[in-house]
């Protein structure tokens, strides 16, 4: 009769522990879910391409300090408190990373990150748009079109972020890296996607990468957001997760 008992017992408890961990893990997911959002593409009239692509929510800070989704993310070495030091965790993930022939060319701070351009030395063309944990220094690869347009150093490019061209290139327009848009086109396309959005906002210099263009947008002369302007079709990629920005460092090399 013990022994029974204690089998009783023990299948019990085992189940006890088992629906535990099923709990946990559903709360889990579901504050994870919570934190980074999901995805949502819609469209919003663009003028050229027509789809506007947004991240509502996507790829917020976890309580690691990295970025939902952000692919790569290399452990930073404290507190981000200047551009500088902004600036030094890029380089340090750079290195980490094993590229050459690349610099730092442009160094933003918002209110949720630090934000950086990294260009090839040579051509002067955008390699990487990077994000670093403002509490951590914590550095990954800027999500949307420096992961997905990217046709040269983002996910759908052999090597790129790390990932070994494990998805293959192709399967999302405009991974080619080839663009029909110059830039002149970038800055046009993203003025009429303010005018029909943000109304009173001004289109600022297109810097070309390999399949897109990123640029910043002004209110009364001071930075007040970014997108991203795909180079073969023109469709429009509005940069969410920054926050309000705070200083711009420019042509740091």
């Given at each position: ?233 023109g469709d429009v990629w509005y940069h969410r997760w920054h926050g309000g920005f705070i200083e711009m460092l420019e042509d740091t090399h």
């Open positions: 009769m013990k022994t029974v008992l204690v089998v009783l017992v023990s299948i019990v408890l085992a189940l006890l522990l088992i629906g535990a961990g099923v709990f946990v893990g559903i709360v889990w997911a579901r504050d994870r879910a919570a934190t980074c959002g999901s995805v949502g593409f819609g469209m919003m009239g663009g003028r050229r391409g027509g789809t506007v692509w947004g991240m509502p929510g996507m790829f917020g800070r976890t309580g690691q300090g990295a970025f939902c989704g952000a692919g790569y993310v290399a452990p930073g070495e404290g507190e981000i408190t200047s551009l500088d030091s902004a600036k030094a965790a890029v380089e340090r993930y750079v290195q980490g990373q094993g590229y050459t022939g690349l610099e730092v060319k442009e160094v933003m701070t918002f209110e949720r990150n630090a934000y950086a351009i990294v260009a090839e030395e040579d051509t002067g063309i955008g390699a990487m748009e990077l994000l670093v944990d403002p509490d951590t220094g914590a550095v990954s690869p800027e999500p949307g079109p420096n992961m997905m347009w990217n046709a040269k150093y983002g996910m759908m490019a052999e090597g790129g972020f790390g990932w070994g061209g494990m998805m293959g290139r192709g399967g999302i327009v405009g991974t080619t890296g080839e663009m029909t848009l110059s830039p002149a086109d970038a800055v046009d396309v993203t003025q009429r996607w303010l005018d029909d959005n943000f109304p009173g906002r001004t289109a600022g210099d297109a810097d070309a990468f390999y399949g897109y263009y990123t640029l910043h947008f002004l209110k009364d002369g001071v930075v007040d957001g970014m997108l991203s302007v795909n180079g073969s079709t």
